[in-house]
């Protein structure tokens, strides 16, 4: 079996990779390229890691429900330059523009994937890809994620769908990149658990866990305590279209018979326009609102006094953003076909507004009277662009690649990203290593920097971020190893406080990464074992595990003449004893906290995967450390003043979910 290691790319073991060209009646191929670059990828068809829950590997936490907010333990500043909204705790559910796959098959191809788990966690997926033409090939795929959860009023419901589609004219000068993004997470916020029940998860009487008392449990606005009068949802559309033409020199190669021919281009020059757009949308809605939920943001009475009335206060914060992209680049290339180099320059042009509705705004009058408007900021910006690439296309070549984009107008003027990398894709099988830098300069995002709704209006005003990463990698499917260091010096850093407020660290902090991977086999047994090293200054406001770690141990094997693929084996996943991330509900944010500290039972699980032709499926155990030892908590949430009008403060917890059966399948269809 075949261990694909991170960052490396996992072969389709199942299907044939010729390609001479044609429309021939011989094995399915499926393949496809990112955005800017000439690899190939395959799709996965292992099973060393099939069964492991979705969107939180390898190092993400949820709050103990499929679909919601979910944060890396593994520190990862954001990737960006330029304007942003600032809403990510969703990202690991959302399909990217940037990331999009643009696929090339002989024949129509279609993948439907479904998991199933207990209270309720679905996630259903459909994709489909055909060639409409040999140079012309169209992708949909659609997600949903669905998840109830074990404690009260905490639901999940996800929309994800992405389209692409990819062109090459005959003569291979004219290339057409096009695709659209659509992503809607809605979750039901619930706090986290409040009162003495915290203290005790192990009691019988807590055995159900719907039972426990939760933040913003309302039983007027749902009886059932299935829902949640405070909800957060962030929907968004993203267009993309990128197209360039290419002059070089070409030539044609024919198949055996010399019945097809097959038009090469060795691009020299080519002028290439990228055209992008997006709008994005965060609302939050509380419609039983308590009146010290928001002490730190605001100070209203509200008359239902923290209980669900229809058409009584209610709290809605909504702020959208809408974006234009339009780029040109002059690109050149030195080289023989396949080890080209390519060097690319020029500008762009963006347009960002942003918007907050509805705002309490002031109206001029003798008398200081309040009334319900908008808060917009338009701007426009220009920006240079460049980029120097050479890929290792084969073993035994060098890769290396800088690239930059510079504000030069507008109000984010002077913010800039620049990122740099050498690599060597080594021969014999032996793997790869790689280096590099990158830097930032970065303004805050909108909501940072604003919050509004009826009641009040804050802005806040913060210096731009600045973000240096240092990385080196090391790969080798070979030895079954992985390792990798990373550095990040972090300026003006940009967080939520303790007190609920969006801030700033003023000072420079670093954070020193070092991880490894080494699978050993023993004739069918393999030994899965990850580790993380994570060193933070202790003056900074970042929560993270400084040790994190993953063991798998498994039998896998081929049977009944290679037409079964056979994986089995226990899993177990930990991190030493730090103080987690809080989650503030008001802004949708994970927020840094200083009071509790966690340490929790390593998880287990048990799994058993398999394979037959394109069909793969597991049952797996999850969470099997809940059914001897309850994990305390694993996020905290923001501080419950006067709970119950009873004079007493708490700090409620987001707790893991029981033991839990999980069941998934992906059935592939080639016609």
């Known amino acids: 079996m075949t261990n694909t290691m991170p960052g490396t790319v996992a072969k ?10 044609g429309w021939k009646n011989d094995n399915p191929r499926i393949e496809y390229e990112k955005l800017n670059s000439a690899k190939v990828y395959y799709p996965d068809t292992m099973l060393h890691t099939f ?20 944060n890396n333990l593994l520190f990862t500043p954001e990737d960006r330059v330029g304007p942003t909204l600032g809403y990510h705790v969703y990202d690991v559910y959302r399909y990217n ?13 279609s993948s439907f994937s479904y998991l199933l788990g207990s209270k309720l966690e679905q996630t259903a997926s459909l994709s489909h890809t055909q060639n409409i033409r040999p140079n012309w090939n169209v992708f949909v795929e659609y997600r949903k994620t669905n998840s109830r959860g074990f404690f009260n009023s905490q639901r999940s419901n996800n929309d994800n769908a992405c ?13 057409l990149y096009v695709g659209a993004v659509y992503n809607k997470e809605q979750t039901d916020e619930n706090g986290g658990v409040v009162k003495e029940q915290q203290m005790d998860f192990d009691s ?6 719907r039972v426990l008392h939760t933040a913003y449990m309302d039983n007027t606005y749902s009886p059932q305590l299935t829902r949640s009068p405070v909800m957060n949802t962030l929907r968004d559309f993203t267009f993309l279209l990128q197209h360039s033409y290419q002059w070089g020199r070409t030539d044609t190669t024919y198949n055996a018979d010399s019945t097809q021919y097959t038009a090469v281009l060795v691009p020299r020059f080519s002028i290439s326009h990228k055209l992008a757009l997006s709008t994005e949308k965060h609302t939050y809605k509380d419609l039983a609102p308590d009146s010290l939920r928001y002490v730190s943001l605001f100070e209203r009475q509200f008359t239902n006094g923290g209980v669900y009335k229809p058409g009584i206060d209610s709290v809605l914060t909504r702020q959208k953003w809408f974006w234009v992209d339009n780029q040109f680049l002059l690109n050149g290339y030195i080289g023989k076909e396949g080890k080209q180099m390519a060097f690319r320059a020029g500008f762009g042009t963006r347009y960002d507004r942003f918007m907050s509705d509805p705002v309490s705004v002031l109206i001029p009058d003798t008398v200081v009277r309040y009334g319900i408007g908008k808060d917009r900021a338009d701007m426009v910006n220009n920006y240079l662009a460049g980029e120097i690439k050479k890929e290792a296309l084969q073993p035994g070549e060098w890769e290396y690649g800088a690239n930059t984009k510079f504000f030069i107008t507008g109000p984010q003027a002077g913010s800039f990203m620049l990122n740099a990398l050498i690599g060597k894709q080594l021969k014999n099988n032996l793997g790869s290593f790689a280096a590099g830098f990158s830097q930032r300069l970065n303004t805050p995002p909108y909501s940072y920097t604003t919050y509004a709704n009826i ?37 003006n850093f940009i967080f939520v406080s303790e007190q609920g407020m969006p801030d700033q660290y003023s000072g420079t902090f670093s954070i020193s990464q070092v991880w490894v991977r080494k699978v050993f086999k023993a004739g069918f047994f393999y030994l899965d074992n990850e580790l993380v090293l994570q060193q933070v200054p202790g003056n900074a406001p970042v929560n993270v595990p400084p040790v994190m770690g993953r063991h798998q141990l498994s039998y896998e094997r081929r049977l009944f003449k290679n037409r079964l693929v056979l994986a089995a084996g226990i899993e177990g996943r930990y991190n030493t004893a730090y103080k987690p991330a809080s989650y503030n509900a008001l802004l949708n944010k994970f927020s840094y906290q200083d009071t509790k500290t966690v340490s929790n039972t390593p998880e287990v699980a048990l799994f058993l995967s398999f394979r037959v032709k394109k069909f793969r499926a597991f049952i797996m155990g999850d969470n099997l450390q809940e059914i001897f030892s309850r994990n305390a908590f694993i996020y905290t949430g923001s501080p419950v003043l006067n709970y119950e009008n009873k004079g007493v403060n708490y700090i409620p917890v987001y707790a893991a979910p029981d033991a839990l059966i999980r069941f998934g399948f992906t059935w592939v269809l080639a016609n």
């Open 12 to 21: 389709d073991t199942s299907m044939s990779k010729t390609n001479n060209g």
């Open 51 to 70: 069964h492991r829950a979705p969107f939180i590997q390898p190092w993400y936490r949820n709050l103990g429900n499929l679909g919601g907010p979910v």
């Open 97 to 109: 523009i940037d990331s999009l796959h643009f696929y090339n098959t002989r024949r129509p191809y």
């Open 163 to 175: 389209v692409t589609s990819n062109y090459k004219s005959p003569d291979k000068r004219y290339l």
């Open 204 to 209: 019988t009487q807590y055995g159900d866990r």
């Open 455 to 491: 009641y009040t209006k804050i802005t806040l005003d913060m210096d731009k971020e600045s973000v240096t990463t240092l990385f080196a990698t090391l790969e080798s499917p070979r030895l079954r190893l992985s390792a990798g260091y990373r550095n990040h010096v972090i300026n």
